[in-house]
């Protein structure tokens, strides 16, 4: 069973039924990446375009390794190395990528909106692997999949994202995707992190640390976003680790079995503590692999087998 959809853009396009898909079939395929030929003939022949305009490590890596983990051919592209540099556009870079014929193109842009622009342009499977602010569907995707996991279940779980709320698209895809699953999301951050018109997301926020971690079953810390903000929104980063950190004594007042998350990368000392980071309720690492096999998944939905 394929998804009956072109691309992946957000979570608020995915059903919940089409979200326990790709987590069921990335459950599947995980298993791939413990083999010691780590290949299979599934996307042999398919063309995967990595275009990132912004830097990243886990997502391009990750997308790249799940891409050749089922034998499709990778090309990746960064907008220093491109002729964006040169001061082509988006929309003519897009036709250009569509005149090559590529099967789906992974795109990471600074400008919200960006993967869906691009979705319109080209017969490709486009995949949304951050856009600006706004949405970033398939870390959210591996997220559930590790919570699912390691706790065997989603609804009836609390969880809380603590830190930069206003300008962390992981923030918005978790609390959809979470909330859209059954669980009970809150969020927490700085008064000048939490944005206007919160309220849209539909889930509960304050300015508490101790608030949102008291029986936590998953904490997600967010890492300050530097690059997004137009100025200082907190007079240092000592004091930001002190009011908004996570620490082994905040961790005190979640659920004993709480799973410790942190989308990367990671600020040491700021935003999560270095033995909570390495601590034994972190599933950081877990995260990580888990990318790999939620991004074969949606890769295999989408180009496996006729829409």
């Given at each position: 069973?394929?998804?009956?959809?072109?691309?992946?853009?957000?979570?608020?396009?995915?059903?919940?039924?089409?979200?326990?898909?790709i987590?069921?079939?990335?459950?599947?395929?995980?298993?791939?990446?413990?083999?010691?030929?780590?290949?299979v003939?599934?996307?042999?022949?398919?063309?995967?375009?990595?275009?990132?305009?912004?830097?990243?490590?886990?997502?391009?890596?990750?997308?790249?390794?799940?891409?050749?983990?089922?034998?499709?051919?990778?090309?990746?592209?960064?907008?220093?190395?491109s002729?964006i540099?040169?001061?082509?556009?988006?929309?003519?870079?897009?036709?250009n990528?569509?005149?090559?014929?590529?099967?789906?193109?992974?795109?990471?842009?600074?400008?919200?909106?960006?993967?869906?622009?691009?979705?319109?342009?080209?017969?490709?499977?486009?995949?949304?692997?951050?856009?600006?602010m706004?949405?970033?569907?398939?870390?959210?995707?591996?997220?559930?999949?590790?919570?699912?996991?390691?706790?065997?279940?989603?609804?009836?779980?609390?969880?809380?994202?603590?830190?930069?709320?206003?300008?962390?698209?992981?923030?918005?895809?978790?609390?959809?995707?979470?909330?859209?699953?059954?669980?009970?999301?809150?969020?927490?951050?700085?008064?000048?992190?939490?944005?206007?018109?919160?309220?849209?997301?539909?889930?509960?926020?304050?300015?508490h640390?101790?608030?949102?971690?008291?029986?936590?079953?998953?904490?997600?810390m967010?890492?300050?976003?530097?690059?997004?903000?137009?100025?200082?929104?907190?007079?240092?980063?000592?004091?930001?680790?002190?009011?908004?950190?996570?620490?082994?004594e905040?961790?005190?007042?979640?659920?004993?079995?709480?799973?410790?998350?942190?989308?990367?990368?990671?600020?040491?000392?700021?935003?999560i503590?270095?033995?909570?980071?390495?601590?034994?309720?972190?599933?950081?690492?877990?995260q990580?692999?888990?990318?790999?096999?939620?991004?074969?998944?949606?890769?295999?939905?989408l180009?496996?087998?006729?829409?």
């Amino acid at each position: 069973m394929g998804l009956s959809k072109k691309d992946i853009l957000d979570i608020e396009s995915l059903s919940v039924e089409e979200i326990e898909l790709i987590l069921d079939t990335a459950e599947s395929l995980k298993e791939i990446s413990t083999r010691p030929i780590k290949k299979v003939p599934t996307l042999r022949g398919k063309t995967i375009v990595n275009f990132f305009y912004e830097p990243s490590t886990r997502t391009r890596t990750s997308f790249e390794i799940a891409a050749k983990r089922l034998s499709a051919d990778t090309v990746g592209i960064s907008a220093s190395a491109s002729s964006i540099v040169k001061g082509e556009t988006l929309v003519d870079t897009a036709r250009n990528l569509e005149a090559m014929n590529p099967d789906a193109i992974v795109i990471r842009h600074k400008s919200a909106g960006a993967a869906h622009m691009l979705a319109g342009l080209v017969d490709a499977s486009v995949i949304n692997s951050g856009d600006g602010m706004h949405a970033h569907p398939t870390q959210a995707l591996l997220d559930m999949m590790t919570v699912r996991e390691k706790k065997g279940r989603l609804s009836a779980l609390r969880v809380a994202i603590i830190g930069d709320i206003a300008h962390s698209r992981v923030a918005r895809s978790n609390t959809l995707g979470f909330g859209k699953m059954g669980a009970n999301v809150i969020l927490a951050g700085p008064p000048t992190m939490i944005p206007r018109g919160i309220e849209a997301l539909g889930a509960p926020f304050t300015y508490h640390v101790a608030e949102a971690i008291k029986d936590a079953d998953v904490i997600i810390m967010l890492r300050i976003q530097k690059e997004r903000q137009g100025g200082y929104l907190f007079p240092s980063e000592r004091e930001y680790a002190q009011c908004y950190g996570l620490t082994t004594e905040r961790i005190a007042g979640a659920k004993e079995d709480v799973l410790i998350m942190h989308p990367g990368p990671i600020n040491r000392g700021v935003e999560i503590a270095p033995d909570v980071a390495d601590g034994p309720y972190s599933v950081i690492l877990d995260q990580v692999a888990n990318g790999v096999a939620v991004r074969m998944a949606i890769l295999y939905l989408l180009l496996g087998g006729p829409r």
